[in-house]
């Protein structure tokens, strides 16, 4: 299996006026634009997904959005609570692995420091990797089996700019 880790682009300001919940924060427009260049090179890597995973968070969402769209595919994005700012990685890694087939390649769009959490404990079983994933930036996993624990290897590790010239 490979998990693409995507996280969310640049998202509008903070502002309790306006969205009531982070969560209600939308990508701006600098963030969109990053984002259709990220998601060509995702196309020019010729990544395909089995699932498409999304935090339920807006900027998120728009994140797997400008994604699907931009591959060309009709592909429905799936929402999990354990992709979000709260989120579990755990319960995470419980949900994908109990998916029934597996799928080959998988991608999970949503924040830090959770996704580098996920990566993390994929990576070396526990907290101590000192990753970090940058808006619009792609870490990709190699997972033989799913598990809380160390059982991933990694293939690609782009920053947002690395991708932005590939695509």
């Known amino acids: 299996m490979h998990l693409h880790l995507l996280r969310h682009g640049i998202a509008v300001k903070r502002n309790a006026s306006r969205y009531r919940t982070d969560a209600e924060r939308p990508l701006a ?4 634009q ?16 089995d699932l498409i995973l999304s935090s339920p968070a807006v900027r998120a969402r728009e994140t797997a959005e400008l994604v699907v769209k931009t ?23 419980e949900d994908l692995s109990a998916r029934r087939p597996l799928p080959r390649s998988a991608l999970l769009v949503g924040h830090e420091p959770h996704l580098s959490g996920l990566a993390s ?6 907290p101590g990797l000192d990753l970090v994933l940058k808006k619009g930036g792609l870490c990709t ?10 059982c991933a290897g990694i293939d690609t590790l782009l920053t947002p700019r690395q991708m932005a010239l590939m695509g």
């Open 29 to 32: 427009p600098e963030g969109r």
């Open 34 to 49: 990053k984002l259709v260049r990220i998601a060509r090179a995702l196309h020019a890597m010729e990544l395909e997904f």
């Open 121 to 126: 404990l994929l990576l070396t079983g526990g």
């Open 71 to 93: 591959l060309g595919t009709n592909q429905r994005i799936e929402f999990s609570e354990h992709l979000g700012t709260d989120g579990d990685p755990r319960r995470l890694i």
């Open 141 to 150: 996993l190699s997972i033989s089996k799913p598990r809380a624990g160390r």
